[in-house]
T-cell receptor, first 114, second 110 residues
Framework: KAGVTQTPRYLIKTRGQQVTLSCSPI?????VSWYQQTPGQGLQFLFE???????NKGNFPGRFSGRQFSNSRSEMNVSTLELGDSALYLC?????????????FGPGTRLTVL | EDKVVQSPLSLVVHEGDTVTLNCSYE??????LLWYKQEKKAPTFLFML????IEKKSGRLSSILDKKELFSILNITATQTGDSAIYLC??????????FGTGTRLKVLA
């Protein structure tokens, strides 16, 4: 069974640009969560999607948005990039609601904002 | 505000030592407590705990949850250099959120 895949793996952008990251969950998984990981803050929850609906959102500004498609694939968008957005963005999928099911993480997308 | 606190922040031991990693949590409408191991990239799942007092074991690793005192511990016996990693603790809540601690960085010396 293929694991969680994320594309691209690495990305370099400049301030003010926008970026879209993609996540394909494990086949059959309906929940996708996104996290930002930085050395100082650790893993911070961005949002979770379940059956194309956003279930919850972390404490991030509106520049961070996402969506989920009918095949459970998810995209995350960050607009008007800032230097502080440089981080590893991790996607995780689970079979059902994440509160009751273990999450499986993808390899992440390393975003660098110059 | 929901939070998960891990201690110690970092730890250096020698091969063969036993280590205990701590995780305390304050989470509204608690659902479960999870442990992950992160080496270079994505965290990999170790344990999910939902009931107090029931130890989960996998080889040299074990974990237990105390829902009264709101903490969990992860034990690693007979440590090996391959155990060197960041160990993350996370709690899930009824609002579908995962709240992660900042992790314990474990280094095992040969």
């Amino acid at each position: 069974k293929a694991g969680v895949t994320q594309t691209p793996r690495y990305l370099i952008k400049t301030r003010g640009q926008q970026v879209t990251l993609s996540c394909s969950p494990i086949s059959g998984h309906r929940s996708v969560s996104w996290y930002q990981q930085t050395p100082g803050q650790g893993l911070q929850f961005l949002f979770e999607y379940f059956s194309e609906t956003q279930r919850n959102k972390g404490n991030f500004p509106g520049r961070f948005s996402g969506r989920q498609f009918s095949n459970s694939r998810s995209e995350m968008n960050v607009s008007t990039l800032e230097l502080g957005d440089s981080a590893l963005y991790l996607c995780a999928s689970s079979l059902g609601q994440s509160s009751y099911n273990e999450q499986f993480f993808g390899p992440g997308t390393r975003l660098t904002v110059l | 505000e929901d939070k998960v606190v891990q201690s110690p922040l970092s730890l250096v031991v020698h091969e063969g030592d036993t280590v205990t990693l701590n995780c305390s949590y304050e989470v509204t409408n608690f659902r479960s407590l999870l442990w992950y191991k992160q080496e270079k990239k994505a965290p990999t799942f170790l344990f999910m705990l939902t009931s107090s007092g029931i130890e989960k074991k996998s080889g040299r690793l074990s974990s237990i949850l105390d829902k009264k005192e709101l903490f969990s511990i992860l034990n690693i016996t007979a440590t090996q250099t391959g155990d060197s990693a960041i160990y993350l603790c996370a709690s899930t809540s009824g609002t579908y959120k995962y709240i992660f601690g900042t992790g314990t960085r474990l280094k095992v010396l040969a």
